[in-house]
């Protein structure tokens, strides 16, 4: 689900923040959305993650997939667990079978580099995708820096536009109060 930049009337409905990303209606003071699932900032923004994440082709989804299962230990476990029992039945050392690959075991060289050679590729679709992520995010950040900038500004002018009424009418006040005092010393 992609959630683009919206005026802010769209998520403030009847006092109550609607979150943009499960329709939950938060109280008005809410940061975070209150659905433990969901919990994104409240507010007129992009989710960066979510667009990415609708965006991707396959590959990368897979990718992300096959990285966050690498980074587990579970995959360290596994493969000393395989390599070993590997070297165990080609050693003669477990005889069970026959030997299949002897030393310097070069099918398991083989089978090791060829996975070396998808995992580095996975790897850096990874890095590709997290650069872009980061670019996407660093632009998500000048958008709402522009957007407060802005805002800054009309405020400032919406000040400075209450002070000149405010300087006229207290000037327009003493005049009045002025010609009060001169109406009644000399009546
Ligand atoms: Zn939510």
């Known amino acids: 689900m992609t959630a683009t930049a919206q005026p802010l009337t769209d998520f403030r409905q009847n006092s109550k923040l609607v979150c943009l990303m499960c329709g939950l209606e938060n109280a008005p003071e809410a940061v975070f959305c209150a ?3 969901c919990g994104k900032a409240l507010g007129a923004f992009r989710y960066v993650t979510e667009e990415m994440e609708a965006e991707a082709i396959w590959h990368e989804s897979l990718a ?5 299962f690498i980074a587990k230990p579970h995959f360290f476990v596994m493969h ?3 390599i070993g029992l590997w070297i165990l039945l080609n050693t003669g050392v477990l005889a069970i ?3 299949f690959d002897g030393y310097p075991f070069s099918l398991l060289a083989l089978l090791v580099g060829v996975e070396a050679i998808f995992i580095s590729g996975f790897v850096l679709i990874r890095q590709n995708r997290q650069n872009q992520h980061s670019a996407k ?3 998500l950040d000048y958008e709402v820096s522009v957007q407060t900038y802005r805002r800054i500004v009309e405020l400032e002018t ?3 536009r209450i002070h000149t009424h405010l300087v006229r009418l207290e000037s327009e006040n003493r005049l009045l109060r ?3 005092t001169a ?3 000399n009546p």
């Open 35 to 37: 659905n433990e699932a």
């Open 64 to 68: 992300e997939k096959v990285t966050e």
């Open 80 to 82: 000393g667990l395989w």
């Open 97 to 99: 079978m026959t030997r």
């Open 137 to 139: 995010r660093a632009e």
């Open 158 to 160: 919406m000040l400075q």
């Open 178 to 180: 002025r010609e009060a």
């Open 183 to 185: 109406r009644s010393e």
